[in-house]
């Protein structure tokens, strides 16, 4: 087994949110479906996105420059998949579907996402494969429901804790 098999077998085992990166702009809208997403820093509020340089969002995202990183719920695993390229569905089609609405930079949001960071790229490193956008973020809204994994290579389920009651 080469290197890059046991690489990819390693990471299949490294549990990781499933999210749908969207763009919106001059050069297209377009959606992935993404686990390599990962918080920066906190000031100024940034996270990165690993996206492969031969996907051809790559360059749509380079040239509208902003994003918008959709953590999936649960509920979202079937969205997830359309947009993974696993179900046939266009790209025009995946964006209507429910829940989706644009903001003010054109990039599709999805309502009902336990998170949505939309920003701007700030910067942009290639390594090997693939393009690491760094997002400084400028909107984040969340939802406190059951979240979406994806683990050795299945998409599962976690359960959000319960919400703590408050002391009267």
Same mark, same amino acid.
């Given at each position: 087994m080469s290197l890059q098999q046991d690489f990819r077998n390693a990471m299949s085992k490294l549990a990781a949110a499933v999210n749908i990166v969207t763009t919106g702009?001059?050069?297209?809208?377009i959606g992935i479906t993404a686990t390599a997403v990962?918080?920066?820093t906190d000031t100024p509020a940034t996270v990165l996105v690993?996206?492969?340089?031969?996907?051809?969002?790559?360059?749509?995202?380079k040239k509208n420059g902003s994003v918008c990183i959709n953590v999936c719920a649960?509920?979202?695993?079937?969205?997830?998949?359309h947009f993974a390229g696993m179900t046939g %569905?266009?790209?025009e089609e995946r964006f209507q579907l429910n829940g989706w609405q644009k903001n003010a930079d054109a990039v599709?949001? %999805?309502?009902?996402?336990?998170?949505?960071?939309?920003?701007? !790229?700030?910067?942009? &490193?290639?390594?090997?494969?693939?393009? !690491?956008?760094? !997002?400084?973020?400028?909107t984040?809204?969340?939802e406190d429901k059951d979240g979406l994994i994806y683990f050795d290579r299945e998409f599962?389920? !976690? &359960?959000a804790k319960a919400p703590v009651a408050e002391v009267a």
């Open positions: 702009g001059e050069a297209g809208t990962c918080s920066v690993c996206v492969n340089r031969n996907s051809a969002s790559n360059e749509i995202i649960s509920e979202h695993q079937e969205m997830s998949m %569905l266009s790209m599709p949001v %999805l309502k009902g996402a336990l998170a949505t960071l939309e920003g701007k !790229v700030a910067s942009i &490193e290639e390594v090997g494969t693939h393009s !690491v956008f760094f !997002v400084e973020l400028h984040i809204h969340t599962k389920s !976690v &359960e």
